[in-house]
T-cell receptor, first 115, second 114 residues
Framework: AQSVTQLDSHVSVSEGTPVLLRCNYS??????LFWYVQHPNKGLQLLLK??????LVKGINGFEAEFKKSETSFHLTKPSAHMSDAAEYFC?????????????FGAGTRLAVHP | DGGITQSPKYLFRKEGQNVTLSCEQN?????MYWYRQDPGQGLRLIYY???????QKGDIAEGYSVSREKKESFPLTVTSAQKNPTAFYLC?????????????FGSGTRLTVV
């Protein structure tokens, strides 16, 4: 079965500095990978997805992630943090069961952005 | 605009009561899902449905029930058998039976036992 590990439960950055949220996955085949963002008391919004095309994936709001098969990683980055980026971020991997796919969520990383 | 609507946004339940959370989508998606979110635990799958009149248990189905009588609707009932129901509940849908394109989420219902 697939699984995903988010290496940091909390990350704190200053506004204007780079953001790095780390994610490792385990998979017996080439998976689909996603990053979602959740603002307080809101639903989840898809930031970006990797589905076996280009290994560097660009998403919304200036975020991007690089799929590295040799490291089984899918880290999320942004060159310059904005106050509005403060939220919880989930790394997600697809898994198959009984002929259907489902999404497996990491425990989340809470990003704080300071002025 | 197409999307998923969850209602109510906040719900309070007394001990021993059943409550039903609503989830409606107008995206013409076949598959729908219910997740429970607790602090520091990510999202856990309660039930999912790939087609009308069919649904399957997820990882934490005990104490919950669902129905899928219409493509657009997937209500979740939290029964009195659920011993710790206070949580944030999220409904989602997807375009196909696979998860290659990601899910669309509703804005959630926060359930509190009083």
């Amino acid at each position: 079965a697939q699984s995903v590990t988010q290496l940091d439960s909390h990350v704190s950055v200053s506004e204007g500095t780079p953001v790095l949220l780390r994610c490792n996955y385990s998979s017996s085949y080439s998976p689909s990978l996603f990053w979602y963002v959740q603002h307080p008391n809101k639903g989840l919004q898809l930031l970006l997805k990797y589905t076996s095309a280009a290994t560097l994936v660009k998403g919304i709001n200036g975020f991007e992630a690089e799929f590295k098969k040799s490291e089984t990683s899918f880290h999320l980055t942004k060159p310059s943090a904005h106050m509005s980026d403060a939220a919880e971020y989930f790394c997600v991997v697809s898994d198959s069961f009984g002929g259907y796919n489902k999404l497996i969520f990491g425990a989340g990383t809470r990003l704080a952005v300071h002025p | 605009d197409g999307g998923i609507t969850q209602s109510p946004k906040y719900l309070f339940r007394k001990e021993g009561q059943n409550v039903t959370l609503s989830c409606e989508q107008n995206l013409n998606h076949d598959a729908m899902y219910w997740y429970r979110q607790d602090p520091g635990q990510g999202l856990r799958l309660i039930y999912y449905s790939q087609i009308v009149n069919d649904f399957q248990k997820g990882d934490i189905a005990e104490g919950y029930s669902v129905s899928r009588e219409k493509k657009e609707s997937f209500p979740l009932t939290v029964t009195s058998a659920q011993k710790n129901p206070t949580a944030f509940y999220l409904c989602a849908s997807s375009t196909d039976r696979g998860a290659n394109y990601g899910y669309t989420f509703g804005s959630g219902t926060r359930l509190t036992v009083v």
